[in-house]
């Protein structure tokens, strides 16, 4: 059949290359035929043309194969492919009589199942298209769904776009009243401005004139008093020569050689002291008056030494330390929490600590062995000071309370109220009179410990005030705050005498060397400065950063200088040398150090341990 069909197909061919009107007739392939002699040559030339159409028509039967097998699957069977379609349609019985019959044709030889051929490709490929119309047609009802999707999406942006457009036409509306206000502001502001650095420059003038006059009126004092008892030597002894010029006087006479004239300046001087004169003054001179009353009970205030400040007791054991380094010798396990604060006793072996367990505790050094605890504090523990007779110590709390504790009894005898912020520092008077607190509030406030009263409030600071400490054997105090500066205080009038700026974040510590004429302060980016106190300069900027630094001390040679640092670490500076070593310990967080001794140093961290260091050549 095949061989037909090629036959035939070669002849139509020949009939089309012919363009003439002469009609060919088909010769069928089974018929028998032969040409003359003399038509060799043309039945060789149109054997060849028969043999090249041949040819020609296999390659494209077998392109087509291939392109048909490449698109699909080999071509199904016809009886493959009429059960597969009566299954398909559900027509059970016809398929039960199809194959009864169809395998009883094949049993008895009438039929071969190679003879009934393939199901024609047009039929497969018809099945294609149909599943790919299916498909085409799903994909068509989801990119609809799509759309109807896009176009709400599109619809709700469309409306969030013209809010936004309105929102923002009135926020620009808003900038330009805004603005127009700012710059009416500043011109007012402007108008202003002369006036307010005038009463600045007033202000300052009369904080200094005051200060001068009640300096002038101390020394005009100190003279009259000095006067009133020379005055009284000479009366006195005026009265002893009268006495004993008079011979054969009575007993009674000269037990009463004070008249009555000298028994009342007596009187009067007594009172001078106690109760301000209700003379007419102006309302300046009542103000100072009043602010010149106080309690009884009230401690006096030390008075500086003129001249430079110069301590003989600095100079005890301040040898200067022989080459070598610190190196950790032990660790100590003091508190459940972090350690806040720490303080060295006065005059024996004895270390006090605070933390964040709202203790405080005292332990011998070097053994640590607990001596005392002590609760009351309702929060962290900020700071710590024993009083330099050694009997008692302060403590200050996040509670806002400042509360003193007596060594012997063990227990709280005073709490000091007042703060309306946590309290973030505090420290003891060297005459043990004063005790001095520093607040988040960004105030600072001496107390009286006999009157049992705050005596001064210092207000100057802009933000809170992390530290405070007194210079040894004066009326000066020095605070360091989070509005980056440092300030020093006249405590007897509670009034700024001098600011320190040049650190350019947070201060977090200040104290002055043994001597006092130096003073360490340390920030939140771990710099460390040094200021001279005679000049009121700086001498010496390092940077131990970037890792905030908490807490800095001196050696009581005063040519080291410790700090503690957040990284965990201990930095100390040599003055003489320049070189800053470090010093690590367990790796938590440092929160203070002390110096404990000629060559012992102290460390306390945020995992409640305290490091023993030691001085090694």
Same mark, same amino acid.
């Given at each position: 059949?095949?061989?037909?069909?090629?036959?035939?197909?070669?002849?139509?061919?020949?009939?089309?290359?012919?363009?003439?009107?002469?009609?060919?007739?088909?010769?069928?392939?089974?018929?028998?035929?032969?040409?003359?002699?003399?038509?060799?040559?043309?039945?060789?030339?149109?054997?060849?043309?028969?043999?090249?159409?041949? *040819? @020609?028509?296999?390659?494209?039967?077998?392109?087509?194969?291939?392109?048909? &097998?490449?698109?699909?699957?080999?071509?199904?069977?016809? !009886?493959?492919?009429?059960?597969?379609?009566?299954?398909?349609?559900?027509?059970?019985?016809?398929?039960?009589?199809?194959?009864?019959?169809?395998?009883?044709?094949? =049993?008895?030889?009438?039929?071969? @199942?190679?003879?009934?051929?393939?199901?024609?490709?047009?039929?497969?490929?018809? $099945? +294609?298209?149909?599943?790919?119309?299916?498909?085409?047609?799903?994909?068509?009802?989801?990119? %609809?769904?799509?759309?109807?999707?896009?176009?709400?999406?599109?619809?709700?942006?469309?409306?969030?776009?013209?809010?936004?457009?309105?929102?923002?036409?009135?926020?620009?509306?808003?900038?330009?009243?805004?603005?127009?206000?700012?710059?009416?502001? &500043?011109?007012?502001?402007?108008?202003?401005?002369?006036?307010?650095?005038?009463?600045?420059?007033?202000?300052?003038?009369?904080?200094?004139?005051?200060?001068?006059?009640?300096?002038?009126?101390?020394?005009?004092?100190?003279?009259?008093?000095?006067?009133?008892?020379?005055?009284?030597?000479?009366?006195?002894?005026?009265?002893? +020569?009268?006495?004993?010029?008079?011979?054969?006087?009575?007993?009674?006479?000269?037990? =009463?050689?004070?008249?009555?004239? +000298?028994?009342?300046?007596?009187?009067?001087?007594?009172?001078?002291?106690?109760?301000?004169?209700?003379?007419?003054? *102006?309302?300046? =001179?009542?103000?100072?008056?009043?602010?010149?009353?106080?309690?009884?009970?009230?401690?006096?205030?030390?008075?500086?030494?003129?001249?430079?400040?110069?301590?003989?007791?600095?100079? $005890?054991?301040?040898?200067?330390?022989?080459?070598?380094?610190?190196?950790?010798?032990?660790?100590?396990?003091?508190?459940?929490?972090?350690?806040?604060?720490?303080?060295?006793?006065?005059?024996?072996?004895?270390?006090?600590?605070?933390? !964040?367990?709202?203790?405080?505790?005292?332990?011998?050094?070097?053994?640590?062995?607990?001596?005392?605890?002590? =609760?009351?504090?309702?929060?962290?523990?900020?700071?710590?000071?024993?009083?330099?007779?050694?009997?008692?110590?302060?403590?200050?709390?996040?509670?806002?309370?400042?509360?003193?504790?007596?060594?012997?009894?063990?227990?709280?005898?005073?709490?000091?109220?007042?703060?309306?912020?946590?309290?973030?520092?505090?420290?003891?008077?060297?005459?043990?009179?004063?005790?001095?607190?520093?607040?988040?509030?960004?105030?600072?406030?001496?107390?009286?410990?006999?009157?049992?009263?705050?005596?001064?409030?210092?207000?100057?600071?802009?933000?809170?005030?992390?530290?405070?400490?007194?210079?040894?054997?004066?009326?000066?105090?020095?605070?360091?705050?989070?509005?980056?500066?440092?300030?020093?205080?006249?405590? %007897?009038?509670?009034?700024?005498?001098?600011?320190?700026?040049?650190?350019?974040?947070?201060?977090?510590?200040?104290?002055?060397?043994?001597?006092?004429?130096?003073?360490?302060?340390?920030?939140?980016?771990?710099?460390?400065?040094? /200021?001279?106190? %005679?000049?009121?300069?700086?001498?010496?900027?390092? *940077?131990?950063?970037?890792?905030?630094?908490?807490?800095?001390?001196?050696?009581?040679?005063?040519?080291?200088?410790?700090?503690?640092?957040?990284?965990?670490?201990?930095?100390?500076?040599?003055?003489?040398?320049?070189?800053?070593?470090?010093?690590?310990?367990?790796?938590?967080?440092?929160?203070?150090?002390?110096?404990?001794?000629? *060559?012992?140093?102290?460390?306390?961290?945020?995992?409640?341990?305290?490091?023993?260091?030691? /001085?090694?050549?």
């Amino acid at each position: 059949m095949a061989e037909e069909a090629k036959v035939s197909e070669a002849a139509y061919s020949l009939q089309n290359d012919a363009k003439d009107d002469y009609q060919y007739e088909e010769v069928s392939a089974d018929d028998d035929f032969s040409l003359p002699e003399d038509d060799e040559d043309l039945s060789k030339a149109l054997q060849t043309i028969e043999e090249q159409t041949e *040819d @020609a028509k296999l390659m494209e039967f077998l392109s087509v194969l291939n392109s048909e &097998k490449l698109m699909s699957d080999i071509p199904q069977a016809m !009886d493959d492919f009429f059960c597969n379609f009566l299954v398909r349609m559900g027509m059970s019985r016809t398929l039960d009589c199809f194959q009864n019959e169809w395998y009883e044709l094949i =049993e008895r030889g009438e039929l071969r @199942a190679d003879e009934a051929g393939l199901v024609p490709d047009v039929y497969t490929r018809n $099945e +294609q298209l149909e599943t790919e119309n299916l498909s085409l047609k799903k994909d068509l009802e989801n990119y %609809r769904h799509s759309v109807n999707k896009v176009e709400e999406a599109l619809l709700k942006m469309e409306k969030e776009r013209d809010f936004h457009r309105m929102h923002h036409k009135r926020v620009l509306q808003e900038k330009n009243r805004l603005a127009c206000d700012l710059k009416r502001l &500043k011109a007012h502001y402007a108008s202003y401005e002369p006036m307010l650095k005038q009463m600045s420059e007033k202000y300052q003038n009369s904080l200094t004139q005051k200060m001068l006059t009640s300096l002038e009126r101390d020394k005009a004092m100190g003279k009259v008093t000095g006067l009133q008892a020379a005055l009284e030597s000479l009366e006195y002894g005026y009265a002893k +020569q009268s006495s004993e010029a008079k011979v054969g006087c009575e007993c009674t006479e000269k037990k =009463e050689f004070e008249g009555p004239t +000298q028994k009342a300046l007596r009187e009067a001087r007594q009172k001078k002291f106690l109760v301000v004169a209700s003379s007419p003054c *102006d309302p300046d =001179e009542e103000a100072e008056k009043k602010m010149s009353k106080r309690d009884l009970k009230d401690s006096e205030f030390p008075v500086d030494p003129e001249g430079t400040l110069s301590f003989e007791h600095a100079k $005890e054991h301040t040898q200067p330390l022989k080459s070598g380094q610190y190196q950790l010798s032990s660790i100590l396990k003091v508190h459940d929490l972090a350690v806040s604060c720490l303080a060295l006793h006065p005059r024996k072996n004895i270390v006090l600590t605070g933390g !964040d367990d709202c203790l405080w505790k005292t332990w011998g050094f070097p053994d640590g062995n607990i001596l005392l605890t002590g =609760e009351g504090h309702t929060d962290w523990l900020s700071g710590c000071c024993f009083r330099p007779s050694g009997t008692q110590l302060v403590t200050s709390s996040g509670d806002t309370t400042v509360r003193l504790w007596d060594l012997s009894r063990s227990g709280c005898i005073l709490t000091l109220r007042g703060h309306s912020r946590a309290v973030l520092g505090c420290c003891w008077h060297s005459c043990g009179d004063f005790v001095a607190s520093a607040s988040a509030d960004g105030t600072s406030k001496i107390w009286d410990v006999n009157s049992e009263r705050c005596r001064y409030t210092l207000r100057g600071h802009k933000d809170s005030v992390n530290s405070i400490e007194f210079l040894p054997c004066s009326s000066t105090a020095v605070t360091s705050s989070a509005d980056k500066t440092l300030c020093l205080w006249d405590v %007897r009038k509670g009034l700024r005498v001098y600011t320190f700026q040049g650190h350019m974040h947070s201060c977090n510590h200040a104290t002055f060397n043994r001597k006092g004429d130096t003073i360490a302060s340390c920030d939140s980016s771990g710099l460390l400065k040094l /200021w001279d106190m %005679r000049r009121l300069l700086p001498i010496l900027s390092i *940077d131990a950063g970037p890792h905030p630094a908490n807490q800095v001390a001196f050696h009581r040679s005063g040519d080291l200088v410790a700090l503690a640092s957040s990284e965990g670490s201990v930095k100390v500076l040599s003055l003489a040398v320049g070189q800053l070593s470090v010093l690590r310990g367990p790796g938590v967080e440092v929160r203070c150090v002390r110096f404990h001794s000629q *060559d012992s140093l102290l460390s306390a961290g945020a995992d409640g341990r305290v490091c023993l260091w030691s /001085w090694a050549q």
